[in-house]
């Protein structure tokens, strides 16, 4: 995962060798959809555990029945207002289909992560990526941000 470079909601050039070290959630976003109260959630799992050794990168999506139509200033609004969220924001992108993301298609197909093939079902499925760059597993969108599974990894503990 280290090797893409992505962009900020606020339009600014993301290396993600800068997380070398943590741990990262990443997940597909949107602001219309049933699952957007896991933002709040994220915030707890962030206010928590982010820092050092975790974070959490949102890249909001409008793929599923345009459940993120805002423009990237609208959503960073809707989030901050709406949920206080404090972790990084991406710029909205595509997490499926002939436009997909660069990065997504590495989190989605075994052949680019060597682990497995997970394409995204719907908004807010999460992705685990160890502090090496590497893929750890998915967790489905309708599954808490605060699952055992995301806490126990974070902890280091084992199922």
Same mark, same amino acid.
């Given at each position: ?35 957007? &109260?896991? =933002?709040?959630? %994220?915030? +707890?799992?962030? *206010?928590?555990?982010?820092? !050092? ?5 949102? @890249? ?41 993301? &660069?990065? =997504?298609?590495? %989190?989605? +197909?075994?052949? *680019?992560?060597?682990?497995? !093939? ?5 908004? @807010? ?35």
């Amino acid at each position: 995962m280290h090797d893409f470079t992505v962009t900020t909601i606020d339009g600014e050039a993301f290396p993600l060798s800068q997380l070398k070290g943590k741990k990262v959630l990443i997940v597909n976003l949107a602001s219309k959809c049933g699952l957007t &109260p896991q =933002y709040f959630e %994220l915030q +707890q799992l962030y *206010k928590k555990y982010g820092g !050092d050794k975790f974070t959490i990168v949102g @890249f909001p999506a409008n793929n599923f029945n345009g459940q993120e139509p805002g423009s990237n200033a609208e959503i960073k609004s809707f989030c901050v207002l709406n949920y206080d969220v404090e972790f990084p924001l991406m710029a909205k992108i595509s997490v499926k289909g002939s436009d997909i993301s &660069p990065v =997504y298609e590495w %989190l989605t +197909q075994k052949s *680019k992560n060597g682990k497995e !093939d997970a394409p995204v079902q719907w908004n @807010f499925q999460k992705f685990m990526i160890d502090e090496n760059g590497k893929w750890i597993g998915m967790i489905p969108p309708k599954e808490s941000p605060m699952c055992p599974e995301i806490i126990n990894w974070i902890e280091n503990k084992k199922l």
